[in-house]
């Protein structure tokens, strides 16, 4: 669909980190008590431009029959029209040089109440700088980008501290019995934890971010201005940060970092000797995670035929951006990018279930079940798809990947035979050699599919988003609509196949909006409403030493990933409103998952 260079070169980064940190232990009586601190200085210059030479996107809406509900778009019958709906170019004045610190400090108590049970009690604190350096953050507010130097300087470029991140922590471990064969622990805490990958990029606003952006309504009449044969602009304009074009960057007032609270009970037993048996309880809860270009915060609040119209009536200048929440105050302004904007949250259930077996007899074992549920509105993900920026819990879902079921089994078995084994302890040196000291390993996974959303193929609320369908029914029920699946060409309708993994007619199009003739109201759909395939997967390796001299070894060692060959297929296309074209189909399998077979030797002196 998209037309142009790739994306997001050249890119250039250099970054430092700088760290103190020290901790004291004190041992009085009962009371394991440590405290500590921990600073961090993060240095990072940064170039990077999305599309330096420019780039079009052509999604098929010209062509378009948009009187009739999921008639197919093509991109490529726009392209050859010379009808792009979307373009855009940009670029840096310079390198974007950001600087922020972070520092933490805790106490700890680690309190042995008596025999049977152990306390543990702390408190931690931690402070998030703003960015600094030479950056600048666009006041949602005021409508201007604030910067941290020139003559209107403010600091931190007008984004303040917040000074409330304070993590209690308290957890115990008790063992009710004599036998001390049981424990039961449990614990709490909350936790800040600024992400480990952190953009930083406010530095790329007005006056260092030169950007050039169109965008066109599918209900707009071509004209040479909007035709590929206009180009882009010889020069890039250059943004004034006190009346911003095309593209800015916000990472709110308040640098907030991300709040998880973290929760677990669990009960430990030992079976038999060298036999434990774990079953637990794991909570997870978020707030405020990050957002990070995932949506345009001057996203057009309501869809509306008239959004992005090139009317001269409605738009005087011919921005292509009416209908956006600045238009009035800034009509050049496009998007709105989140950066490290606290927008989103989860919430986790994990039942976590172990059975380990410690080396004896020959054997290890570690036998683990996991069954989860993630829930909210965060993927994670940059440039992910939220469909309405400044509603984010509208699609609150399934948070994929969210593998409901997991499986897995790790063994090392030493084969009873050779020389001090209990077959063959007469063989001769020679039938040792073959026969004696082998072992065998494996790891077999098996879980249940990826949760992943569903998407109609084009922007059917013209708001400049991923939208979302309707969902009416349960898409893993192939019970429902018959008809309406084999009118999507699905191959056996009421049974599932790799051609329509899920059923396509569970999701339709929203209504129209109220008034308007081709925008359809926001989809009702949440995040991860389809499910992939499940995989299973056995991996298996078999392992023999010989022994040359005392101090000469060598290992033969024949490995072989994915054994019996499994297919392991990916998640599926998930466009509904495109399934008699492969909107459901399974196109391929998980990268890297074919059988493989490998030899090695191993020389150790």
């Keep these: 669909n998209n037309l142009g260079d790739s994306s997001?070169?050249?890119?250039?980064?250099?970054?430092?980190?700088?760290?103190?940190?020290?901790?004291?232990?004190?041992?009085r009586g009962k009371h394991t008590i440590k405290f500590g601190a921990d600073f961090r200085r993060y240095q990072r210059n940064f170039y990077q431009s999305q599309a330096a030479f420019g780039q079009l996107s052509f999604n098929g809406q010209f062509t378009q029959d948009l009187t009739t509900s999921g008639?197919?778009?093509?991109?490529?019958?726009?392209?050859?029209?010379?009808?792009?709906?979307?373009?855009?170019?940009?670029?840096?004045?310079?390198?974007?040089?950001?600087?922020s610190w972070e520092l933490g400090e805790f106490f700890q108590d680690d309190y042995r109440v008596s025999k049977k049970l152990t306390l543990n009690l702390g408190m931690r604190y931690d402070i998030t700088?703003?960015?600094?350096?030479?950056?600048?953050?666009?006041?949602?507010?005021?409508?201007?980008?604030?910067?941290?130097?020139?003559?209107?300087?403010?600091?931190?470029?007008?984004?303040?501290?917040?000074?409330?991140?304070?993590?209690?922590?308290?957890?115990?471990?008790?063992?009710?019995?004599?036998?001390?064969?049981?424990?039961?622990?449990?614990?709490?805490?909350?936790?800040?934890?600024?992400?480990?990958?952190?953009?930083?990029?406010?530095?790329?606003?007005p006056p260092f971010l030169q950007y050039y952006q169109l965008s066109t309504s599918p209900t707009t009449i071509p004209s040479l201005a909007t035709m590929v044969d206009s180009g882009f602009p010889a020069q890039l304009p250059t943004e004034n940060p006190a009346d911003p074009s095309g593209q800015v960057?916000?990472?709110?007032?308040?640098?907030?970092?991300?709040?998880?609270?973290?929760?677990?009970?669990?009960?430990?037993?030992?079976?038999?000797?060298?036999?434990?048996?774990?079953?637990?309880y794991v909570g997870t809860r978020a707030t405020g995670m990050w957002s990070n270009e995932d949506s345009n915060l001057n996203q057009p609040r309501q869809p509306l035929d008239t959004n992005f119209s090139s009317n001269p009536a409605l738009d005087p200048l011919g921005t292509g951006n009416y209908g956006r929440p600045y238009f009035s105050v800034l009509p050049n302004l496009s998007v709105i990018n989140p950066i490290d904007y606290p927008n989103f949250g989860i919430f986790y259930h994990g039942l976590e279930t172990k059975l380990e077996k410690r080396f004896s007899?020959?054997?290890?074992?570690?036998?683990?079940?996991?069954?989860?549920?993630?829930?909210?509105s965060w993927q994670g993900a940059h440039s992910?798809?939220?469909?309405?920026?400044?509603?984010?819990?509208?699609?609150?879902?399934?948070?994929?990947?969210?593998?409901?079921?997991?499986?897995?089994?790790?063994?090392t078995y030493e084969l009873p035979f050779g020389k001090g084994k209990a077959y063959g302890g007469s063989m001769n040196s020679y039938e040792n050699a073959v026969v004696g000291g082998w072992q065998v390993a494996g790891i077999t996974t098996i879980r249940s599919g990826e949760h992943?959303?569903?998407?109609?193929?084009?922007?059917?609320?013209?708001?400049?988003?991923?939208?979302?369908?309707?969902?009416?029914?349960?898409?893993?029920?192939?019970?429902?609509?018959?008809?309406?699946?084999?009118?999507?060409?699905?191959p056996t309708p009421g049974h599932q196949s790799?051609?329509?993994?899920?059923?396509?007619?569970?999701?339709?199009?929203?209504?129209?909006?109220?008034?308007?003739?081709?925008?359809?109201?926001?989809?009702?759909?949440?995040?991860?409403?389809?499910?992939?395939?499940?995989?299973?997967?056995?991996?298996?390796?078999?392992?023999?030493?010989?022994?040359i001299t005392e101090r000469q070894q060598l290992q033969f060692r024949a490995e072989m990933f994915n054994i019996f060959n499994h297919p392991q297929f990916g998640e599926s296309s998930h466009n509904p409103d495109q399934a008699a074209n492969g909107g459901a189909q399974v196109n391929g399998t998980l990268g890297d998952n074919q059988r493989e077979i490998q030899f090695a030797l191993r020389y150790t002196f």
């Design 8 to 27: 997001w070169i050249p890119e250039l980064a250099k970054d430092n980190v700088y760290q103190v940190a020290d901790s004291v232990n004190w041992i």
């Design 71 to 99: 008639s197919p778009q093509n991109g490529l019958a726009d392209l050859l029209l010379g009808l792009p709906n979307y373009r855009e170019q940009d670029g840096l004045s310079q390198e974007d040089p950001t600087r």
């Design 129 to 205: 700088s703003p960015v600094g350096g030479t950056v600048g953050n666009f006041n949602l507010a005021t409508n201007v980008v604030d910067l941290n130097f020139g003559p209107n300087a403010k600091p931190n470029a007008g984004v303040a501290f917040y000074k409330k991140d304070f993590g209690p922590r308290i957890g115990f471990a008790y063992s009710p019995f004599d036998d001390r064969k049981t424990v039961i622990s449990s614990a709490f805490g909350i936790f800040y934890a600024p992400e480990g990958n952190q953009f930083n990029d406010i530095g790329e606003n």
């Design 249 to 280: 960057k916000t990472t709110g007032p308040v640098r907030k970092a991300p709040r998880i609270l973290e929760w677990n009970l669990t009960i430990q037993r030992e079976l038999a000797q060298n036999w434990m048996l774990s079953v637990g």
């Design 361 to 376: 007899s020959g054997l290890t074992l570690l036998a683990s079940y996991t069954w989860s549920h993630d829930i909210g």
């Design 384 to 411: 992910g798809n939220t469909q309405i920026a400044y509603d984010p819990n509208a699609q609150r879902g399934n948070v994929d990947p969210d593998y409901r079921h997991r499986l897995t089994v790790s063994y």
């Design 452 to 490: 992943y959303t569903a998407f109609l193929s084009g922007d059917d609320t013209n708001t400049g988003t991923a939208a979302l369908p309707d969902i009416i029914h349960n898409p893993r029920d192939f019970s429902f609509d018959i008809a309406g699946q084999a009118a999507d060409h699905c």
């Design 498 to 547: 790799l051609f329509c993994w899920y059923n396509p007619t569970a999701f339709v199009q929203p209504p129209l909006a109220p008034g308007q003739s081709s925008a359809h109201q926001f989809g009702n759909a949440g995040d991860g409403d389809l499910v992939g395939p499940n995989q299973v997967n056995f991996d298996f390796s078999a392992f023999k030493n010989f022994r």
